[in-house]
């Protein structure tokens, strides 16, 4: 059974940064695709960012340029280092795990930017 922790969480200020870990704990991890996904109040949960167990990356417009998704296979951990945080982004982020074992999802952590 896949289990996924999310840690790095927290309120900061505009403009100031982040990093988010995830690590996943069963399953093989270096043949999982990875995700984050964030959920604000009152919206549906939407992608931000993912990456391949090849390690291509893909990003939602509204991120690219100021996050980085990357993966360490040999510590079973996917991270999400975000820069230039705004308001906008303050929201749930999930970790998901995807592959032949099937779909995981952490239970997520908190990100508040203040203005």
């Known amino acids: 059974q896949v289990q996924l922790v999310e840690s790095g969480g927290g309120l900061v200020q505009a403009g100031e940064s982040l990093r988010l870990s995830c690590a996943q704990s069963?399953?093989?991890?270096?043949?999982?695709?990875m995700g984050w996904y964030r959920q604000a109040p009152g919206k549906q949960r939407e992608l931000v960012a993912t990456?391949?167990?090849?390690?291509?990356?893909n990003y939602a417009n509204s991120v690219k340029g100021r996050f980085t998704i990357s993966r360490d296979n040999a510590k079973n951990t996917v991270y999400l280092q975000m820069n230039s945080l705004k308001p906008d982004d303050t929201a749930v982020y999930y970790c998901?795990?995807?592959?032949?074992?099937?779909?995981?999802w952490g239970q997520g952590t908190q990100v508040t930017v203040s203005s």
């Open positions: 990456i391949t167990s090849g390690g291509k990356t």
């Open positions: 998901k795990s995807g592959g032949p074992g099937g779909v995981y």
């Open positions: 069963g399953g093989i991890f270096s043949i999982n695709a």
